[in-house]
């Protein structure tokens, strides 16, 4: 990772936040100018700082220094996605069984009366 990225995403996520160059530099607890080095990436930017920087800026350190989430952060919420979506599934699968039990228990209704109907009609027949 060069240090241009690293400069560009600090920028970015700064002005993405809506602070100043002093407003970070103040809540870093740095002079104005030492942060402007950092952002201009004339200074490397040492790990105390970067975590700071990252909270500040509502980050995290990887996403400030590489510019987006690695894998691992978009691996978790896919298994999260996967989850929620697993239940919703299994619910479904549940209400389309209890579903299909209902038209059953419907067509031995109606099969039943049929049957009724059936036997009423040879009854009214047989006593013309």
Known sequence: MDNSSIKDNIHNFRKKRKYTQEDVANMLGISVTAYRELERGNTSIVNPNIVRMAELLGTTT????????????????????????????????????????????????????????????KMLAEQK
Request: net charge negative; proline share 2%.
């Open 62 to 121: 990887e996403e400030l220094v590489l510019g987006y989430l690695p894998a691992e952060s978009e691996n978790s919420r896919l298994e999260e996605v996967q989850a929620e979506y697993g239940n919703r599934m299994e619910n479904l699968n549940n209400k389309v069984k209890n579903l299909e039990k209902l038209v059953n228990s419907l067509e031995e209704t109606i099969a039943s009366k049929n049957e009724i109907i059936v036997m009423l009609k």
